[in-house]
């Protein structure tokens, strides 16, 4: 049937798009004011009517995912940028998606250029006469008084687009957005570089949970993958000093960035004996640091950053498995569950730390490919912390993405991205039955993957794909499913 072909699957997620985007102008996460009559809250049955729209085309738009994974995974040659282009298009006048923190950025780039500390208070210092004040009155209530825990670098380009849009909330959304498809591209230019053709740029690239929640809702975790991910790629092909700065610009994103500078040293440490070693621990985090320091310096926002790192960890999140355990514990055997579930905490990013390590680890003996080991660090960083958001597990699915997408690790973290895409509504809230529905496309999503595994395979060049020029060192060794999901010798 044609509606299980390539085309039949391009046309249907195109309009699964086009719903979720026509959906979200009812049941959106509009502003409070400043829609200019555009994005307007219309009455709760239109709201109703565009949820149950949008869920349904996001319904369509996951299940024509996977089924041209499928496709592409059987050895189906086809143009999956027109796909994406396709997919991507519907939702560029939408407005936000499934989380209000574009507001939060608004509202940060506003109170750079109107002279706040943005380090040590949140949107609501904005008044009434304020570039960004309608932004601000729309940030989530968590982040309202919250701090800014992202880098200078961004929140430069955030203040670069409030002024050229005078702050007016939709002019401001459509600026980050063309900033979000920028982040797109360089995804899909450091991908091909790794020589991932169709399938790698399927997952990591035409993933539903990137459109949704980097497209559609803009967050800057599309921007900071993109620069990290290029800047392991210029690693692998022997130019390590570019790619730690480019590094180096994604920690002044966000700081998970940091992870990739590892991956990069052991590149850098491999067939270099106890001094090769040493560059490697020491160089990439000179160049990145170096670059922190003079973004922060010449950003005139300071080093304040470094101590909003944590601020997220404040704000319970129920994916966050460390934070539900912490608290479960606590509530059972302490009257204030504070101490014991910030305790937990800790001991999961600990754990987090102890699985990097014993991944570049084996990279460096050979063992795992650095990119995949860094892929997977990124996905433990994110199972074990303190704050989990959906769309953190692209962090290491595009990674990963980019050199193993076939096999068992990639087919897992397709089911996971699959999952995760229906745990907020597009107007940014977390009902009970957005967890049943994600439980319910995960354990069919599971039972599917142990029934039909895809092969492992070397990857698929085309498209264009370039693939990279590896330093000087020996290649690690082919990997088996085992290794790709971390398992131990």
Request: charged share 10%; with cysteine.
């Amino acid at each position: 049937m044609w509606v299980f072909s390539a085309s039949g699957c391009r046309w249907l997620g195109a309009g699964g798009a086009l719903a979720v985007a026509v959906g979200g102008w009812a049941a959106g996460t509009l502003p409070v004011r400043g829609g200019w009559g555009l994005w307007e809250p219309r009455g709760s049955a239109v709201e109703v009517a565009g949820a149950v729209l949008a869920t349904l085309g996001l319904t369509l738009l996951v299940a024509a995912w996977w089924r041209y994974g499928v496709l592409l995974a059987r050895g189906l040659r086809d143009g999956v940028l027109a796909t994406l282009a396709c997919w991507t298009a519907p939702l560029l006048l939408a407005p936000p998606l499934h989380s209000a923190d574009v507001y939060s950025y608004i509202a940060q780039g506003a109170m750079v250029l109107e002279g706040h500390d943005v380090y040590g208070a949140g949107p609501s210092v904005l008044g009434p006469g304020d570039l960004g004040a309608d932004a601000a009155a729309s940030v989530g209530g968590n982040w309202t008084h919250t701090p800014a825990p992202y880098g200078p670098a961004f929140l430069l380009l955030a203040a670069g687009v409030v002024k050229l849009t005078g702050g007016a909330v939709v002019p401001a959304v459509l600026g980050l957005r063309l900033v979000a498809l920028g982040a797109l591209a360089l995804i899909v230019w450091a991908v091909r570089g790794f020589g991932g053709g169709g399938g790698a740029l399927w997952l990591a690239a035409l993933n539903p949970l990137l459109l949704v929640h980097v497209v559609g809702g803009m967050h800057n975790d599309g921007l900071m993958i993109g620069l990290m991910l290029g800047g392991v790629l210029l690693a692998t092909r022997g130019r390590w000093v570019l790619g730690s700065v480019l590094v180096g610009f994604a920690m002044m994103i966000k700081s998970p960035a940091a992870v990739a500078l590892l991956f990069i040293g052991v590149l850098l440490a491999r067939g270099g004996g106890v001094r090769g070693l040493l560059k490697g621990l020491v160089l990439p985090g000179a160049v990145a640091g170096a670059v922190a320091a003079g973004a922060s310096v010449l950003a005139g926002t300071g080093f304040g950053w470094l101590r909003t790192q944590s601020v997220a960890a404040a704000i319970h999140t129920p994916l966050s498995l460390t934070s539900d355990v912490g608290l479960g514990l606590g509530l059972l055997v302490a009257d204030d569950p504070d101490p014991v579930k910030a305790l937990v905490q800790k001991v999961g990013l600990l754990a987090a730390l102890a699985v990097i390590a014993a991944l570049a680890w084996r990279a460096y003996r050979g063992r795992l490919d650095p990119v995949l080991g860094l892929g997977l660090s990124l996905v433990a960083l994110v199972a074990l912390s303190p704050m989990v958001q959906p769309w953190y597990l692209l962090w290491g699915t595009v990674v990963a993405a980019a050199v193993a997408w076939r096999g068992r690790a990639g087919q897992v973290l397709a089911v996971l991205s699959a999952a995760l895409v229906y745990e907020t509504q597009p107007s940014g809230h977390t009902p009970w039955y957005g967890f049943v529905l994600a439980g319910a496309v995960l354990v069919v999503g599971l039972v599917w993957v142990r029934r039909e595994p895809w092969p492992p395979g070397a990857g698929d060049v085309g498209e264009g794909a370039v693939p990279p020029q590896r330093t000087s060192g020996p290649r690690p060794a082919v990997v088996p499913d085992s290794a790709e999901l971390g398992s131990s010798d």
